[in-house]
């Protein structure tokens, strides 16, 4: 792991590129560019032997905001990325600041790319062996010089110890600089969470990712996605399994969001009339 980097289009600064995470309810998001984003992880794989990056969409805020224990899963995580538009709009209504939308669905291609240029090695672990050998057939039509460590889809059930330790040495014989995990929310992140110090790399949990790069799964049209529509896509092709997540999660994010808005606009108030 670790491997030198090579001239490239980004240079790797010697200091942390994401200086600062920003409340979200009770979670911490981290704020900077797209770039920034791409910079903090490859300085990661150069500068922590084990980390893991978390995708914060509204699903994943809800869940933390409700559940203690995730929650600190998501605080601990070395990069919580604004992955929703929403979270990226609240973050600008609260803070002021302008915030990149870092998804993904977006972040995988262009880490992928950066990996190649920069001779870094890739894992894929997760999904099914169907999605995985699509996605590994993509990266390395598109970037022949991507150095891909290999790839694992594991059993859709608890594993056992001894399987587990068997999995974690399989990775890190392989010696990927990035683990790219999908097993979806919040399995994924508890996945890495509990092999930080244990997976000798950078974990990156992608969840639907997968499916989009390789093709399985096609993305909403941009203005759409600027107008935080993607759960309606991903609603309609899965409404069974979905509709009572999206009518909680939405719910209680708009919610909080208000509750919050209407707190601070008190607080102004109090301060202004003082």
Request: net charge positive; hydrophobic share 40%.
């Amino acid at each position: 792991m670790h491997t030198d980097f090579t001239p490239d289009t980004l240079a790797a600064p010697v200091q942390p590129p994401l200086k600062e995470k920003r409340q979200l309810f009770s979670s911490n998001i981290s704020a900077g560019s797209f770039n920034d984003f791409v910079n903090h992880i490859f300085w990661l794989t150069d500068n922590k032997k084990s980390s893991y990056v978390c995708f914060a969409n509204v699903h994943m805020l809800v869940e933390a905001y409700k559940n203690k224990a995730f929650n600190q899963v998501l605080n601990n995580a070395d990069v919580a990325t604004p992955d929703g538009g929403p979270l990226s709009k609240l973050m600008y209504m609260l803070y002021g600041k302008q915030q990149d939308r870092v998804a993904g669905m977006d972040l995988v291609p262009r880490l992928l790319q950066e990996a190649a240029a920069k001779g870094k090695s890739v894992y894929f672990y997760g999904s099914t062996d169907e999605v995985l050998e699509k996605v590994v057939a993509r990266a390395k039509s598109e970037l022949p010089e991507l150095k891909v460590a290999g790839y694992y889809s594991p059993p859709f059930r608890k594993l056992t110890d001894i399987e587990d330790t068997a999995i974690t040495n399989m990775i890190n014989e392989a010696n990927p600089d990035m683990v790219f995990v999908a097993l979806g929310c919040p399995k994924q992140e508890n996945w890495m969470a509990d092999h930080k110090d244990k997976v000798n790399a950078c974990m990156l949990g992608v969840g639907q990712a997968f499916m989009t790069y390789a093709g399985l799964e096609k993305r909403l049209p941009k203005w759409a996605r600027d107008l935080s529509l993607e759960w309606t896509y991903r609603l309609y092709l899965e409404p069974k399994r979905l509709w009572k997540r999206y009518l909680f999660t939405n719910t209680t994010f708009m919610f909080l969001t208000l509750k919050l808005l209407l707190q601070r606009k008190l607080q102004g108030s109090k301060v202004a009339a003082n």
